[in-house]
């Protein structure tokens, strides 16, 4: 069967080829063979540079396709590393035709290689089959729209394009289906043909559905597909150019489609020969010289087939290489069989340790002791990060074809703002990745290590194999190792194991067959000591421990917060809607018979001013300064997206007696804060009665340990809200109470230090540990107190309300106004003989409006704010962006019916009038809506003040500048300032008056 197999892949390789040089024949045959070698020869350098690059944007724009999918989960894979994949995958794909399979199970084995759970791994491979061929479909769906040229084939070609889209939808039924956890059984027979596809199958379904089915998710996915088309389509043009032909490009993409339509109905591997003779015959359709058809085609088949198979080949070798080796049997085999010294003579160590030297040398070799690369991005990757949306890669595509081919005035001005952009979000991403690793660099945990003998505390990252370590009771077990020494050691190792209660450890040998739950010689990453000490040797570290293979397999990562999936669910609204925008107003502008490629700025930028990509860094940016306030005052930040969590906790259990004595003040001001206090102890009766009181607390209703274990789950949620104590209590009770208190729909806090309350702080929204807490509890809690007082507590909870507070204005003010001025744009477009605005001046007020809106991230907040814990209301914010954007929409119409009927304006009147109103909406509602209050009685922070007082003064002074020409603007009369400046105001009054109603019924 491999050997027949083999035979029809080459026979279909050979007819391919065969087909391609009948195709060169007959065309060198029907034109001068001089003017065909002539046009081959005088080939611009120029334009063939611009189509290489063309054609390496679209194996970064591949790669974006599976950081889609990998953005939601906590793995992270260099961008170069997925470029270098998409080489690798193209060349199997090519080499070894099993219509994409033997590619997918490249690239399955080169994510799990880095560390990727499988489940997002096959999350990757279903999205981008799905969304590559919904991109093709919407593709074809354009080029047809505009392919004018095709005639009697007309038919033809849409009944080709409907068998296509069945098959599609067909093959996204089976795939969703698949991704569900159904249909391997009734996968097609010719598939178990292909090698590994059964396999691959299985696997598919594997694939989560939050991440496979995911609206935002698959959008993204199908944008970044539809612009390798495009892509691909822009070489062609390039290509064209290069040998002397000016073709429309709106023609040439609908040509390159429709020739894409025959290469994936054919049956010969990469469209050999098919692709050929269907772009030359449509392109001479376009009235382009058969022989400068062939030759465009033949070079756009050397730049994006043959060429890209040299590097494909080496990296593809070097990708296989790599995986054989990750695939291969640990250093030392059966360590727990082995006597002792068999061990340090295979580890090349001994009982004192490692010398300082070979520890730093073999953390060079192996990598930090981390279960997932936690790699600061490189400068490349933050440059990527500020580009990664499938609509801002649009629209430099559009600019960069337009700069070619029409008015190149907004194309340069559109790209220079977008590279404004991209300076401003790098610097600001920069800063946040920077202040990231600083924080993070103080709440590393340390391992006690032997070093030549010494002890000493190293951090868990630089724990290598051959490191002996020193067990305590509470301490995490850093890696994967071998007893030496054990005194009444236990440890818990449930997450390995599901062994409900703590194991002895002690030292010995284990048979070679030794499962690992019956290994008691050794101890793992991911468990922790319970109690007693002891002394191991590291095995395995990092990656190569039992732990990193659960995680990945179980793709253990933090639960989302409430706020997180909020904002997630807002921002694949906005994406829709901008989605929707742009091809609306593409489409009815394109039938008003506009320049199709001026439309198509106008719409993507139109859709960039409303899409969400701005939001997930801003939000990290409030986080981050957040995070750095709280350290200042003593509380650091160990999971960034806790801190809106800590700010919401309207409960606060606490294990820890210590913190309540002579704690009283400080509980008065957490209850006048809206959080209430509870004990939850595994103390008596007594003491906890006694602790309760000196602390200010109640003690009127207590519950035991013993009458947990007899009330029901119901019963407890009911007595969770009413009980103040809870005392003699186990940690599975904690955990039970914790539960029972958020089903009852509070926002709940747990506080401990103990080994006993890791299960408590895990079920806690927010949990809160001590610098002197066992490493367990340190490991689960999301912050940790400098100093064992509750008053630090409160200055947390307020820090927290204030990032929740900023990250909502920024969120309501951005985008009401944005949406009104947009959407009022859109429409009136439709009812001018001219474009409202540039795309470059949409950019333009787009990019100086998002200057103070930074500053909202840092903005002082009013004190009414934080007097009670508020959560996350997605309905309102809706509702809000709706009110709010259509009364800026009715200012926007209001301001085009004074333009055109009072001072009768022109094109470029009219856009600079609309420009400074639009731009001034934006940055008065950001100064009314930040607060409750009348804005005059609350101050902006300085920064914000500062930085909104001149884009308002440089929005009145821009028209009268040398350079306004150039942008698109004119000196307006001061008749029309005075008017923007009275709609303004009219404004300003409108939302201040019905800002009032939204915050009594929020109230």
């Known amino acids: 069967m491999p050997q027949a197999r083999a035979r029809r892949n080459w026979r279909s390789w050979g007819f391919g080829l065969a087909l391609l040089a009948a195709v060169i024949l007959v065309v060198a045959r029907s034109s001068e063979e001089r003017e065909f070698a002539l046009l081959l020869k005088q080939?611009?350098?120029?334009?063939?540079?611009?189509?290489?690059?063309?054609?390496?944007?679209?194996?970064?724009?591949?790669?974006?396709?599976?950081r889609s999918v990998l953005r939601r989960t906590p793995f992270r894979v260099p961008l170069g590393a997925l470029y270098s994949m998409s080489f690798?995958?193209?060349?199997?794909?090519?080499?070894?035709?099993?219509?994409?399979?033997?590619?997918?199970?490249?690239?399955?084995?080169?994510?799990?290689?880095?560390?990727?759970?499988?489940?997002?791994?096959?999350?990757?491979?279903?999205?981008?089959?799905?969304?590559?061929?919904?991109?093709?479909?919407?593709?074809?769906?354009?080029?047809?729209?505009?392919?004018?040229?095709?005639?009697?084939?007309?038919?033809?070609?849409?009944?080709?394009?409907?068998?296509?889209?069945?098959?599609?939808?067909?093959?996204?039924?089976?795939?969703?289906?698949?991704?569900?956890?159904?249909g391997v059984e009734r996968a097609p027979r010719g598939f178990a043909r292909i090698p590994g596809a059964r396999a691959l199958l299985a696997a598919l379904s594997e694939a989560p559905p939050s991440l496979a089915h995911s609206p935002r998710v698959l959008s993204e996915a199908t944008g970044f597909n539809f612009i390798i088309h495009l892509l691909d389509a822009a070489t062609l043009w390039a290509l064209l150019r290069s040998i002397g032909v000016d073709a429309d490009p709106t023609g040439v993409f609908a040509a390159f489609m429709l020739s894409t339509l025959a290469r994936t109905l054919g049956v010969i591997p990469g469209g050999l020969g098919t692709f050929e003779a269907a772009s030359t015959g449509t392109l001479t359709l376009l009235g382009i010289p058969l022989a400068a058809a062939l030759s465009a085609t033949v070079l756009f088949r050397g730049f994006s087939f043959y060429v890209p198979l040299v590097p494909g080949l080496l990296l593809s070798r070097g990708e296989l290489r790599q995986q054989r080796e990750a695939a291969r049997a640990p250093a030392v085999e059966r360590y727990w069989a082995l006597p002792p010294q068999s061990l340090f003579d295979a580890l090349h160590t001994g009982p004192d340790g490692l010398a300082e030297e070979e520890a730093a040398s073999r953390l060079e070799r192996h990598g930090a002791n981390e279960l997932e690369a936690s790699r600061r991005p490189t400068r490349l990757g933050v440059v990527w990060m500020q580009l990664e949306s499938p609509l801002v890669l649009l629209l430099i595509v559009a600019a960069v074809i337009s700069v070619f081919t029409e008015d190149r005035t907004d194309a340069v001005i559109v790209l220079a703002i977008v590279l404004g952009s991209v300076v401003l979000g790098y610097s600001r991403e920069s800063r946040a990745q920077a202040a990231i690793a600083r924080l993070r660099e103080r709440i590393t945990l340390g391992v006690k290590v032997l070093r030549e003998g010494r002890p000493l505390t190293v951090p868990l990252p630089a724990i290598v194999p051959g490191d002996v370590v020193l067990l305590s009771s509470g301490c995490m077990v850093p890696a994967d190792a071998r007893l030496l020494e054990a005194t009444d050691l236990y440890v818990s190792q449930a997450v390995l194991t599901g062994e409900s209660v703590p194991v002895e450890k002690r030292p010995g040998l284990a048979t070679p067959d030794a499962p690992l739950a019956a290994r008691d010689n050794c101890v793992f990453r991911g468990t922790h000591v319970r109690s007693g000490t002891g002394k191991c040797?590291?095995?395995?570290?990092?990656?190569?421990?039992?732990?990193?293979?659960?995680?990945?397999?179980?793709?253990?990562?933090?639960?989302?917060?409430?706020?997180?999936?909020?904002?997630?669910?807002?921002?694949?609204?906005?994406?829709?809607?901008?989605?929707?925008?742009?091809?609306?107003?593409?489409?009815?502008?394109?039938l008003l018979a506009r320049p199709p490629m001026e439309t198509l700025l106008f719409a993507l930028s139109l859709a960039v001013g409303l899409s969400p990509e701005w939001l997930p860094a801003a939000h990290r940016m409030n986080r981050v300064a957040s995070a750095q306030a709280m350290a200042a005052r003593g509380v650091l930040v160990r999971r960034l997206s806790a801190i809106e969590s800590l700010g919401s906790m309207d409960v606060l259990c606490t294990d820890m007696t210590g913190t309540l004595e002579g704690a009283r003040e400080a509980i008065l001001e957490l209850s006048r804060m809206g959080v209430g206090i509870k004990l939850i102890t595994g103390d008596s009766r007594l003491v906890a009665e006694h602790v309760a009181r000196e602390g200010g607390l109640g003690t009127t209703r207590v519950l035991t340990g013993a009458q947990l274990r007899q009330m029901s789950d119901e019963a407890l949620w009911h007595e969770a809200e009413l009980t103040e104590l809870f005392v003699e209590v186990d940690p599975t009770q904690k955990q039970r109470i914790i539960l029972a208190l958020k089903t009852q729909g509070h926002g709940v806090g747990f506080m401990g230090d103990g080994v006993d309350d890791a299960p408590a702080m895990y079920a806690a929204d927010a949990s809160i540990s001590v610098e002197q807490a066992a490493d367990v509890a340190r490991e689960a809690a999301d912050f940790v107190l400098l100093q064992q007082h509750l008053d630090v507590v409160r200055h947390g909870i307020e820090a927290g309300r204030r990032t929740f507070v900023n990250t909502r204005k920024s969120i309501l003010t951005t985008t009401s106004a944005n949406l009104g001025n947009l959407v009022s744009t859109a429409v009136v477009s439709l009812f001018l003989p001219f474009l409202p605005l540039l795309a470059g001046q949409i950019l333009l007020s787009h990019f100086l409006s998002a200057l103070p809106a930074m500053g909202l991230t840092r903005d002082s907040v009013d004190p009414e704010w934080v007097v009670q814990p508020r959560r996350w209301n997605m309905r309102r914010v809706v509702r809000f962006m709706v009110a709010f954007g259509l009364m800026s929409a009715v200012f926007g119409f209001l301001t085009f019916g004074v333009l055109l009927h009072h001072f009768k304006a022109g094109p470029e009147l009219f856009r600079t009038g609309w420009f400074i109103e639009s731009l001034l909406m934006v940055l008065v509602i950001e100064l009314v809506m930040r607060t409750r209050r009348p804005f005059y009685r609350s101050r902006p922070a300085t920064r914000l003040l500062v930085t909104t007082g001149a884009v308002v003064v440089l929005s009145f002074v821009l028209p009268f500048l040398p350079l306004s020409g150039v942008l698109g603007f004119v000196p307006p009369p001061g008749s029309l300032l005075l008017v923007i400046v009275g709609i303004t105001a009219l404004y300003v009054a409108a939302t201040a008056r019905a800002k009032k109603g939204f915050f009594r019924a929020e109230a």
């Open 537 to 590: 040797l590291v095995v395995a570290s990092g990656r190569g421990t039992a732990f990193s293979g659960v995680s990945r397999r179980l793709n253990l990562r933090a639960p989302e917060t409430e706020l997180d999936r909020s904002l997630r669910q807002f921002g694949s609204v906005l994406l829709v809607t901008a989605v929707l925008m742009v091809l609306v107003v593409f489409a009815a502008n394109v």
């Open 88 to 182: 690798a995958k193209l060349f199997i794909d090519q080499a070894v035709p099993t219509a994409g399979i033997s590619g997918s199970a490249l690239i399955v084995h080169g994510l799990e290689r880095r560390g990727v759970a499988r489940g997002p791994v096959m999350a990757c491979v279903v999205v981008e089959t799905m969304t590559n061929y919904t991109a093709l479909i919407l593709a074809l769906l354009v080029a047809l729209s505009v392919a004018d040229f095709l005639g009697e084939a007309r038919v033809m070609v849409w009944t080709a394009t409907g068998v296509l889209i069945v098959l599609v939808s067909l093959l996204i039924m089976f795939l969703v289906r698949l991704s569900r956890n159904a």
């Open 43 to 66: 080939s611009a350098p120029g334009w063939l540079l611009v189509a290489t690059g063309l054609q390496a944007a679209t194996y970064l724009s591949q790669s974006a396709v599976w």
